[in-house]
């Protein structure tokens, strides 16, 4: 699956509980087609103790959202679509609407 969006790209959360949130990309799932996104899609996680944590017990912890439910926000911090297009031999993300370059 071609992804068109990586890691440290701000993104904007179309569908779900976090809808109209807006967060960087913190890690790409690509077997998934999901990412996980800092401080959005927060879900309880069950820790056991351990020698790292030592107190254990329920911490927040960031889950993968899929990449269907997201936006890449352009440098017009306004969200675009995007395409990935041939430009001197080299394949690069493009604006589909002002074929602006996202890089």
């Not at 990309?25 to 959005?40: A, F, N, Q, R, Y």
Request: aromatic letters at 0%; hydrophobic letters at 35%; glycine letters at 10%.
């Amino acid at each position: 699956m071609a992804l068109n969006i990586k890691k440290h790209d701000m993104v904007k959360v179309i569908s779900g509980k976090a809808r109209g949130k807006t967060g960087k990309i913190k890690e790409v799932l690509k077997d998934k087609g999901s990412v996980i996104v800092e401080g959005l899609n927060l879900g309880k996680k069950h820790q056991k103790p351990s020698q790292q944590d030592q107190k254990g017990g329920i911490m927040d912890r960031e889950m993968p959202i899929h990449i269907s439910n997201l936006m890449l926000i352009g440098k017009s911090n306004e969200p675009v679509h995007v395409v990935r297009r041939e430009v001197d031999g080299k394949r690069i993300r493009v604006e589909k609407k002002s074929g602006k370059a996202v890089d």
